[in-house]
């Protein structure tokens, strides 16, 4: 048996030998269910916006089938939790794709899909090792394992050119990263966010942060924060449905004054797409933090941000 773990809470494994379909794979996904399957899936609702992004970015297209209200996909046919049973079972999908909220939250629709012989999976990578893993999943799922580890390869290059040129910093910018205003929470070390802010040569200030169990954001609190202000060299604000709050907010936020990056007029926001979702965009999002933290070493340009030289 071949087997290769993909995160601590789902793992992928080749099937060989007594007891097992060979050339199947099996995977244990975010609920604990396991599925062994001996062909790829060939149509697919995506039920999270990443899950759709992915399988777009490895080619999976021609098996996707449906998507989710808010992906960018929007030839597709769109789904939604929120949908009956039925309209899934008209569309004939043989594998729909959530994450963990979901099986939380619409644990009914789960059940009922699973009844009608429909494959649910469930997945949600909490770091980038675990992202590279996640990628290979899809690819599996979706007969597209090549082009997957293909995205990996990519990803890991790229992640190589940037730390290469930002470790070499001789004085490296101090950031707080505000993950939502509300109650001052920041992104916990290990996350994707922080691994991005990290990668483009930035320190974090809240690397002292303890995660809410089951996420990687963290309350951190305005006591805190003032205390590390004057050595705080930029605000940076996660925008997006996760947060909504805009710079004069910031600005008049009380005690904020004590903030030197506030203070200096350093606010600086990067879309939350970039930042927290498990896709290739996360390099998107540390080059943008790099044209903030160090704009002569990162250059904006029609396709992005790369890095200045290379």
């Known amino acids: 048996m071949i087997k290769r773990c993909l995160l601590t809470l789902f793992c992928l494994c080749l099937l060989g030998g007594s007891g097992a379909v060979a050339g199947a794979a099996q995977i244990t996904d975010a609920a604990g269910q396991v599925v062994t399957f001996d062909a790829p899936f060939s149509r697919i609702i995506s039920l999270y916006s990443a899950h759709t992004d992915n399988l777009l970015a490895m080619g999976a297209g021609d098996v996707l089938i449906g998507a989710s209200k808010s992906d960018g996909a929007e030839d597709l046919p769109r789904f939604s939790y929120h949908d009956g049973t039925e309209r899934f079972l008209a569309a004939r ?3 729909v794709l959530i994450r963990p909220m979901i099986e939380r939250g619409y644990g009914r629709l789960v059940a009922s899909l699973k009844a009608r012989g429909i494959t649910v999976i469930s997945l949600q990578p909490g770091t980038v090792d675990e992202m590279m893993d996640y ?17 990996v390869s990519t990803f890991e290059n790229e992640t190589r050119r940037i730390r290469d040129l930002t470790q070499g910093l001789a004085a490296k ?3 707080f990263f505000e993950a939502m205003h509300g109650k001052l929470r920041t992104f916990s ?10 990668l483009a040569g930035g ?3 809240a690397e002292d942060a ?3 169990k089951g996420s990687n954001i963290a309350i951190y609190g305005k006591e805190r924060l003032l205390a590390k202000g004057p050595t705080i060299d930029i605000y940076l604000v996660q925008q997006g ?4 709050v805009t710079r004069e907010e910031i600005k008049n936020e009380p005690g904020f004054s004590l903030i030197r990056a506030v203070r200096e007029g350093e606010i600086h926001f990067v879309d939350e797409a970039l930042v927290s979702r498990p896709t290739p965009a996360l390099l998107k999002g540390a080059r943008r933090i790099g044209q903030i933290l160090y704009p002569t070493l990162f250059e904006p340009t ?3 941000l790369t890095v200045h030289g290379q």
């Open 93 to 95: 999908p043989d594998l």
């Open 135 to 151: 990628w290979v999943a899809l690819g599996l799922l979706s007969g597209h394992e090549d082009e997957a580890r293909s995205l």
């Open 173 to 175: 910018r101090t950031v």
């Open 189 to 198: 070390k290990g996350s994707m966010a922080a691994w991005a802010l990290e």
């Open 203 to 205: 320190i974090n200030v």
């Open 210 to 212: 303890v995660p809410s």
């Open 241 to 244: 449905r996760m947060n909504r």
């Open 302 to 304: 029609t396709e992005g």
